[in-house]
């Protein structure tokens, strides 16, 4: 079975640029988490989605944070314009049953 | 906000003994889970617990759950060096919602 799928590992922007983070939850799972992992911290909820629809979003700093998931399968995380506090590691996992899988996240530096 | 705070932050021990992770939490549950995380890398889920359930074994390990006191641990029985990374418990509210709630984590070092 294929894991959580995140592409890119990393990457590197200079703040106030944009990044788009994306995302592939295994086949069948209908809820998909993303979560921000700063360093030395637990993995902090952004938002959840139920199938194509949001059930939690009350994290996402929604003034630069977007996210979607469209026709309930993958999902893309955007941060326009990036602060040097994003900095972190942005996780996703998907679950079906309550077991999350997580994928192996990208790690995002901001300079 | 953070749901569950591990306890200790960080623990030491030998190869070969039992290393015991503490987790305490706030509001009303669902379920607890107990993930793993090695550097550098994912978290990969280790065992479910649910609210009505005590106790729950995996291998080597061992999962409690307090519902009146929130709070659960977790222990690893004849620890390995692989045994080292970060533990983290997360909490599964009983909205039907099924957010994962984190904690800060327990970093293990098991020395060979």
């Known amino acids: 079975e294929a894991g959580v799928a995140q592409s890119p590992r990393y990457k590197i922007i200079e703040k106030r640029q944009s990044v788009a983070f994306w995302c592939n939850p295994i086949?069948?799972?209908?809820?998909l988490y993303w979560y921000q992992q700063i360093l030395g911290q637990g993995p902090k909820l952004l938002i959840q989605?139920?199938?194509?629809?949001?059930?939690?979003d009350s994290q996402l700093p929604k003034d630069r944070f977007s996210a979607e998931r469209l026709k309930g399968v993958d999902s893309t995380l955007k941060i326009q314009p990036a602060k040097l506090e994003d900095s972190a590691v942005y996780l996703c996992?998907?679950?079906?049953?309550?077991?999350?899988?997580f994928g192996q996240g990208t790690r995002l530096t901001v300079v | 906000s953070q749901q569950g705070e591990e306890d200790p932050q960080a623990l030491s021990i030998q190869e070969g003994e039992n290393a015991t992770m503490n987790c305490s939490y706030k509001?009303?549950?669902?379920?607890l889970q107990w993930y793993r995380q090695n550097s550098g890398r994912g978290l990969v889920h280790l065992i479910l617990?649910?609210?009505?359930?005590r106790e729950k074994h995996s291998g080597r390990l061992r999962v409690t759950l307090d519902t009146s006191k929130k709070s659960s641990s977790l222990l690893i029985t004849a620890s390995r060096a692989a045994d080292t990374a970060s533990y983290f418990c997360?909490?599964?509210?009983?909205?039907?919602?099924?957010?994962?709630?984190f904690g800060s984590g327990t970093r293990l070092q098991v020395q060979p």
């Open positions: 509001t009303s549950i669902n379920n």
């Open positions: 617990i649910r609210s009505n359930e």
């Open positions: 086949s069948g799972h209908a809820t």
């Open positions: 996992a998907s679950s079906w049953d309550g077991e999350a899988f």
């Open positions: 989605f139920q199938n194509n629809g949001v059930v939690d």
């Open positions: 997360a909490t599964s509210d009983n909205t039907g919602r099924r957010a994962l709630t």
